[in-house]
């Protein structure tokens, strides 16, 4: 089992930037493919970044290429988000995941343990 929760959500203005964290418990974070996911109002949830057990592979949505990062500490067991020139369509609650399978994938089901979310509003 594991346990995920995530911070630094908030609003922000477009343009700006913000790092979303997720800090991890239970069984070995490292033996974990971590992903982020967000989901908009009257949306479905959908992929936006996932990063192998080692850190040495990412993966990200094409919405967010070029302006998010993922990155782990496997030492501390945490997962950020850091998300630059924000735009109003990244408003979103955004998730942290964790997936015992061994390759980084975009496929939610895939994913078997889910933070509770946290809440992303960029303002135009």
């Known amino acids: 089992q594991v346990q995920l929760v995530e911070s630094g959500g908030g609003l922000v203005q477009a343009g700006d930037s913000l790092r979303l964290s997720c800090a991890a418990s239970?069984?070995?974070?490292?033996?974990?493919?971590m992903g982020w996911f967000r989901q908009a109002p009257g949306k479905e949830r959908e992929f936006v970044a996932a990063?192998?057990?080692?850190?040495?592979?990412?993966y990200y949505a094409d919405s967010v290429k070029g302006r998010f990062t993922i990155s782990r500490d496997n030492a501390k067991n945490t997962v950020s988000l850091l998300m630059n020139s924000l735009k109003p369509e990244d408003t979103a609650v955004y998730y942290c995941?964790?997936?015992?399978?061994?390759?980084?994938?975009?496929?939610?089901?895939?994913?078997?343990?889910w933070g509770q979310g946290i809440q992303v509003t960029v303002s135009s």
């Open positions: 990063l192998s057990r080692s850190g040495s592979t990412t």
């Open positions: 995941a964790a997936s015992s399978f061994a390759l980084v994938s975009s496929l939610s089901r895939r994913y078997e343990y």
């Open positions: 239970g069984r070995t974070f490292s033996s974990y493919v």
